[in-house]
C-alpha cells in the first residue's frame, strides 16, 4: 500500500524552512527520500532505518517514528535549488532485496 | 563516475508497436529495478533483478511487459502491442548489494514513453 505524503505542495521563499511528512498504515523496515527535478533522474536524500541509523545529505535532515511508522524530512534555510518534487520510499520487512514503495510526492517551490 | 543511463530518453511509438528500452546500471552494481512513473505520481515498482537473475516480476501490468538482464549488467525492457495506457516515464534503479535491504537505490533520468 502507498505511504502518504503531506502536504502534497508547499511554496517558500529562500531562507525559509519546510516539514514534508510520509505516512504507512504497515510496519516499516526502512524510509528513503529523493528528490526529483523535471525531466531528471530521482536523487538520493536520506536512508532512515529502524533502529534509528541514518545516511544521507548533510544539510538536510529527517526523522522515523518506528512505531507510527512516519517520517519527516526537515528543509531548513531554503535554497533555490531544493525545488523539485520529493518523494518518500517506504521498505517493508518481508522484502529482503530492498524494493520500495513511493508516496504521491510532494512538489515543494522556493522562491527569491 | 558514470551514473545510470537509459536510452532512448524519449520514445514515441504508435498503439500496437513493440518497444525496447535499455538500462545501463552502475558498474558493478548487483541490484536492478524498474519503476513506471505516471504523470504527477511517484514510481511504481515493476521488478527486480539480482545479477540475471528476475527474482521478483510481480509489478508488471500485464504479459506484454517483459525484462531481461542476460549477463547481469545492462538491461531491457520490453513492451509489446503498446496501448495508450502505457505512456508514462521508465525509470531503471540500481544498487551495489544484491539481495540486501537498506540498499540506495540510484536512478536513471528514465525513458519517456508517449503512445499515440
Known amino acids: 500500500q502507498q505511504p502518504v505524503q503531506s502536504p502534497q505542495a508547499v511554496i517558500l521563499r529562500e531562507g525559509e524552512d519546510a516539514v514534508i511528512n510520509c505516512s504507512s498504515s504497515?510496519?516499516?523496515?526502512?524510509v528513503h527520500w529523493y528528490r526529483q527535478k523535471h525531466g531528471e533522474a530521482p536523487v538520493f536524500l536520506m536512508i532512515l532505518l529502524k533502529g534509528g541509523e541514518q545516511k544521507g545529505h548533510e544539510k538536510i535532515s529527517a526523522s522515523f517514528n518506528e512505531k507510527k511508522q512516519q517520517s519527516s524530512l526537515y528543509l531548513t534555510a531554503s535554497q533555490l535549488s531544493y525545488s523539485g518534487t520529493y518523494f518518500c520510499g517506504t521498505e517493508r520487512p518481508s522484502t529482503s532485496y530492498g524494493k520500495l514503495t513511493f508516496g504521491q510526492g510532494t512538489i515543494l517551490t522556493v522562491h527569491p | 563516475g558514470a551514473g545510470v543511463s537509459q536510452s532512448p530518453r524519449y520514445k514515441v511509438a504508435k498503439r500496437g508497436q513493440d518497444v525496447a528500452l535499455r538500462c545501463d546500471p552502475i558498474?558493478?552494481?548487483?541490484?536492478l529495478f524498474w519503476y513506471q512513473q505516471a504523470l504527477g505520481q511517484g514510481p511504481e515498482f515493476l521488478t527486480y533483478f539480482q545479477n540475471e537473475a528476475q527474482l521478483d516480476k510481480s509489478g508488471l501490468p500485464s504479459d506484454r511487459f517483459f525484462a531481461e538482464r542476460p549477463e547481469g549488467s545492462v538491461s531491457t525492457l520490453k513492451i509489446q502491442r503498446t496501448q495508450q495506457e502505457d505512456s508514462a516515464v521508465y525509470l531503471c534503479?540500481?544498487?551495489?548489494?544484491?539481495?540486501?535491504?537498506?540498499?540506495?537505490?540510484?536512478f536513471g533520468a528514465g525513458t519517456r514513453l508517449s503512445v499515440l
Open positions: 558498474s558493478g552494481h548487483v541490484s
Open positions: 534503479a540500481s544498487s551495489p548489494r544484491g539481495g540486501a535491504s537498506k540498499n540506495i537505490q540510484y
Open positions: 504497515k510496519a516499516l523496515y526502512s
